[in-house]
């Protein structure tokens, strides 16, 4: 069964650093997501992205997150400047079509120190 | 999107089936009602959704009132595995690319051998 991969598993970054957080969507997938969770609390929607640019995003997603797919496979997170908040697990996700079932990978853990 | 009210948790034996509530009194007529999973920190897994049709696969039953303001979601014979926490949510067609998923806080099932 096709599966949406993540990479890394986790990733322990200093304040104040630039990481990159990637994601292998299903390949016939046309919408993608970022989501996060910090340890013990909901799962929050990041941001959506379909041809090419942001649909949507939340409050969350201020000016230090980018995202992108650069080369058609490869959908990035990007956080300029971590902050110790930023600590969470972060999940990708795809869909298909707009009302088919989306598909997680299984996060990135990323701890902020 | 219509709020969700989910009970915070629930037991129940194994092997017997699991009938997991959520009320969504406020839903829309074109407002869907979507089930995930979550596995302990695993990405959230996709179960089952519907609009108004009760609906079976080979996960689970969803069965949704006449009036569509409740649902209930039967995993027929839960085991140990089924231990998760289980998110009911109701999602719209807002625009191509956004849809996103809101993640409440679900309801944690425990399977006891």
């Known amino acids: 069964e096709p599966e949406v991969t993540q990479t890394p598993s986790h990733q322990v970054t200093q304040m104040g650093q630039e990481v990159i957080l990637r994601c292998v969507p299903i390949?016939?997938?046309?919408?993608f997501y970022w989501y996060r969770q910090i340890l013990g609390q909901k799962v929050e929607f990041l941001v959506s992205?379909?041809?090419?640019?942001?649909?949507?995003k939340s409050e969350i997603f201020d000016d230090q997150f980018s995202v992108e797919r650069p080369d058609g496979s490869n959908f990035t997170l990007k956080i300029r400047s971590t902050k110790l908040e930023d600590s969470a697990m972060y999940f990708c996700?795809?869909?298909?079509?707009?009302?088919?079932?989306?598909?997680f990978g299984q996060g990135t853990r990323l701890t902020v120190v | 999107d219509a709020k969700t009210t989910q009970p915070p948790s629930m037991d129940c034996a194994e092997g017997r089936a699991a009938n997991l509530p959520c009320n969504h009194s406020t839903i829309s007529g074109n407002e869907y009602v979507y089930w995930y999973r979550q596995i302990h920190s695993q990405g959230p897994q996709y179960i089952i959704h519907?609009?108004?049709n009760n609906e079976t696969n080979e996960m689970a039953s969803l069965i949704i009132t006449e009036d569509r303001k409740s649902s209930t979601l039967i995993l027929p014979h839960a085991t140990l595995r089924d231990t998760a926490v289980y998110y009911c949510?109701?999602?719209?067609?807002?625009?191509?690319?956004?849809?996103?998923?809101?993640f409440g806080t679900g309801t944690r099932l425990t399977v006891i051998p």
């Open positions: 519907g609009l108004k």
């Open positions: 390949s016939n997938h046309l919408y």
């Open positions: 996700a795809g869909v298909e079509l707009l009302n088919t079932e989306a598909f």
């Open positions: 949510i109701v999602r719209v067609l807002i625009k191509a690319g956004a849809n996103n998923l809101f």
């Open positions: 992205f379909y041809n090419n640019e942001i649909s949507e």
